[in-house]
Each structure stands twice: as C-alpha cells, then as structure tokens.
C-alpha cells in the first residue's frame, strides 16, 4: 500500500508534542518526509530527533517533495501557505484557527474545492471520547436546542513561548487561541446552527499589570497586544442561543473547560459527559467516567486526516465549519470595537 508523504511546516511545540508523535504512530500508512521552519537551525534539530530525511530553507520547495503537510505556523500565514500546498497540489491540515479572516478562509475553501484536496482545520477537541459521544447523541437527545453555555477559562496561563501575545502575527489571543476550541467544539455538537448575531467584549487589563503570577513562565505586560479575556452572546437563525467566555487570565478559583445544552427535550454536560431528561414525571441523570485526552485526541485527528487523504475515512473536521467559527470570531471582535451588536451577515470579510 502506497504511504502517504507527509510534511511538517513550522516545527514549534505544537509540532513537536502533538503532531510529530502522532503521525510516527501510523508509519504503515505515513511517512514524515520533509520539514521546514523559518529556524533553520530548529527544524534540523528537529529532525534529527525524530529521523526525518529532508529540512528545506524555503516550505515552496517541500511541497514538491510530499502528499501532504500540516502546517503548524503563527497564523497570519496558515492563508498563505495553505493556497500555496493546495495549488501545488498536496493535502492540508492547518492548525487552528483557520485564518485570521473570513476572506482569507473562504479562499482556502474555493482552493480546496478547485484543487479536489483535503484540508483539515485542528479542532483537536472533537476527537476526545466525551465530545465524541455528545455529537452522536445530541440530535435525539435535546430536541431543538435553546441555550448553549461555553466556558474555557485559565486563571493565569498566558503562553510565553513564541508569539502569541503578538496581534500582527496572531490576529488575537485567549479568544482565538483558547476559546475557538470550545466555540468549534459546541458548534458541531449542535450540527453546526447558523449563526445571526454576536455581542461581544474583550479585555486585557489582568495582563497588562505588572507583577502577575503566570502558570505559563514570564511574559512583557508592557507590550502584550492582545486579549486574555472574552465573553459574548451569541444568537442563532434556529432562535438559540449560547453564552460564550474564555481566558487566558482571570480572577477565577481555577481553570474551568465547559460546554452544556440544554434543549427542548433534555440536555447534556460535555466535560464530564452528563445526559439530563425527563421521563414520566421523573428527573433522570446519565453519567459517564470520561477524562478529557488531549494525547489521544491529536492520534485520533492524524488518523482520520491520513485515511481520509487516502480516500478512506470521511473528513471529519470540515473547512467550511471552521469558517463558521472565524465569523463569529471576527463578529466578537468587531462587537466590542464599535461597541454595539453585530450581524454575523453583515461582516467585512476582510
């Protein structure tokens, strides 16, 4: 059986602890061929540590040399070269967020169409086992939904690695980050509901103090450029609606990953999953003894990618619906900007 080829572009943490290992776990249907970093020095050490042929100084020339690369850049380039692969024509898993904005998003989409080739946005969420069983059972479950609750809180991990706290070259922070995992996540648990209109605030001034406690090692707050904390209200054409907020520092008792629903039939807890109905008069409770395995998570999305760039699974994190999560993205940031509500149909996308 022919192996797929697979390139590595960008070969950060993200890289190295999810990525890599994962794909080293199907070496009968892949093979890591080449790697690039815009650190030349990084990427052959990277390499060296986990056997891989090829590093190329320019990713242009890598692609002529794989099937198929993941791309695991700061995002203001995840656009660019993912037009670049799919035009070359090699397969694409790009890490989230898909892109910075809409216009940028929706050009990967015709690309992928036009060129008949995979791409994939890393919602690594949707491969553990809870969020998989509340995707399954969610239709019959809670009837039409009514109110969704999200919250991705950190009390304080602001990431001090890289450039996450760079606006130019991240196009945001804990929101688009953190939080874009769970909003995806919710997103699909509900079949993807069009949204209609987003009231949203960011904030940032936690991080912007001096002298603040970091989990995640120490950072400039003279010049962090982006948000730490969000929350919003988001409404849907199907009359839903969902409370949103996320962090990457606030003044909270401790780290909280949440998403609930609660519907016109039942309603369910993801993390921990919980099913919640009413049965002949009798309130009625389902729980399961799910953890949340990211490790397992990131196996799960490489398997799917590699069989589904083989013509033999379905893709299951679909371009078109990371889309719909860069819209409401850009809408909460265009919301507090101008201070007021904004329709989702109503967004530059530029």
Excluded at 146 to 170: C, I, Y
Aim: charged residues 25%; aromatic residues 10%.
């Amino acid at each position: 059986m022919k192996k797929l080829k697979m390139g590595i572009i960008g070969v950060g943490g993200i890289a190295q602890e999810r990525h890599i290992p994962a794909y080293l776990q199907f070496r009968d249907k892949v093979e890591i061929e080449a790697v690039h970093d815009v650190n030349h020095m990084r990427a052959k050490e990277v390499a060296d540590r986990f056997d891989i042929p090829y590093v190329f100084k320019e990713y242009r020339d890598l692609l002529k040399k794989v099937d198929a690369v993941t791309i695991c850049t700061p995002n203001k380039f995840h656009a660019e070269i993912t037009l670049d692969a799919l035009y070359a024509g090699v397969h694409v898993l790009c890490e989230k967020p898909m892109a910075i904005t809409i216009k940028q998003c929706e050009e990967m989409i015709q690309a992928s169409k036009g060129t008949g080739k995979i791409l994939s946005i890393g919602y690594h969420y949707r491969f553990t086992e809870s969020a998989q069983l509340a995707h399954n059972v969610a239709p019959g479950l809670i009837g039409d939904p009514l109110v969704t609750r999200v919250r991705a809180l950190r009390r304080r991990k602001v990431p001090s690695w890289g450039v996450f706290t760079n606006k130019d070259l991240q196009g945001g922070g804990s929101l688009i980050d953190f939080g874009c995992h769970f909003l995806d996540l919710a997103l699909w648990i509900l079949n993807n509901p069009d949204p209609y209109e987003v009231i949203g605030k960011t904030y940032n001034r936690l991080s912007k103090q001096p002298n603040q406690p970091n989990e995640w090692g120490t950072f400039d707050n003279e010049n962090f450029q982006v948000d730490d904390h969000v929350s919003a209200y988001i409404t849907f054409k199907d009359h839903s609606s969902m409370l949103f907020e996320c962090s990457w520092a606030a003044n909270i008792k401790e780290d909280v990953k949440h998403i609930s629903i609660s519907g016109a039939n039942g309603g369910l807890n993801v993390f921990p999953y919980e099913s919640y109905q009413v049965k002949d008069g009798e309130y009625y409770t389902e729980e399961r003894n799910i953890g949340i395995d990211q490790e397992e998570a990131g196996v799960l999305q490489a398997k799917n990618f590699i069989e589904s760039c083989l013509g033999e699974a379905e893709l299951i994190n679909k371009p078109e619906q990371a889309l719909i999560v860069t819209r409401i993205i850009s809408a909460i940031y265009k919301s507090c900007e101008d201070g007021t509500s904004v329709k989702i149909d109503g967004i530059n996308h530029d």
